[in-house]
């Protein structure tokens, strides 16, 4: 019966953190998907002026890269927060959640994040590279 529940508790915790990790993927790309196209105007002038993609790409990426740096101790602060709360709510006689935290915990944390930011940075330096400068340049704002 215990191998059971431990079997049953193992799938949960895939489950969730397949979800974490798609979700976290989603706020990276939505992110760096949301200044990509407030900011072509701005990469395609840099362009024209003699920029490489390599370096306009440099310019908008590593502005992604930096944010996700700086969100990622308060984003395992609010995790820990979270958690806390749901130990707490599933404590009853049927059922108790212990709060373990392990290294294991924070490294996983960590390197989903990382996993996700660089295939989101991935895709958006596809776009960008294949942004129309002369359309961009045109529209009107």
Request: proline share 1%; hydrophobic share 55%.
């Given at each position: 019966?215990?191998?059971?529940?431990?079997?049953?508790?193992?799938?949960?915790?895939?489950?969730?953190?397949?979800?974490?990790?798609?979700?976290?993927?989603?706020?990276?790309?939505?992110?760096?998907?949301?200044?990509?196209?407030?900011?072509?105007?701005?990469?395609?002038?840099?362009?024209?002026?003699?920029?490489?993609?390599?370096?306009?790409?440099?310019?908008?990426?590593?502005e992604q890269?930096?944010?996700?740096?700086?969100?990622?101790?308060?984003?395992?602060?609010?995790?820990?927060?979270?958690?806390?709360?749901?130990?707490?709510?599933?404590?009853?006689?049927?059922?108790?959640?212990?709060?373990?935290?392990?290294?294991?915990?924070?490294?996983?944390?960590?390197?989903?994040?990382l996993l996700?930011?660089?295939?989101?940075?991935?895709?958006?330096r596809y776009?960008?590279?294949?942004?129309?400068?002369?359309?961009?340049?045109?529209?009107?704002?």
């Amino acid at each position: 019966m215990a191998i059971a529940r431990a079997q049953n508790l193992k799938v949960f915790i895939t489950v969730l953190i397949l979800f974490a990790c798609i979700i976290t993927f989603s706020m990276v790309y939505n992110s760096g998907r949301m200044a990509l196209t407030e900011r072509s105007r701005e990469l395609a002038s840099l362009r024209i002026m003699g920029f490489t993609q390599g370096e306009v790409s440099t310019i908008l990426l590593g502005e992604q890269a930096i944010v996700t740096l700086a969100a990622s101790p308060s984003g395992i602060l609010i995790g820990i927060g979270f958690s806390a709360l749901m130990a707490r709510a599933y404590d009853s006689e049927l059922c108790r959640l212990p709060l373990v935290f392990t290294n294991a915990t924070y490294v996983v944390t960590i390197a989903g994040v990382l996993l996700a930011a660089l295939l989101a940075g991935s895709l958006i330096r596809y776009q960008l590279d294949r942004l129309d400068l002369i359309a961009v340049l045109k529209t009107r704002e």
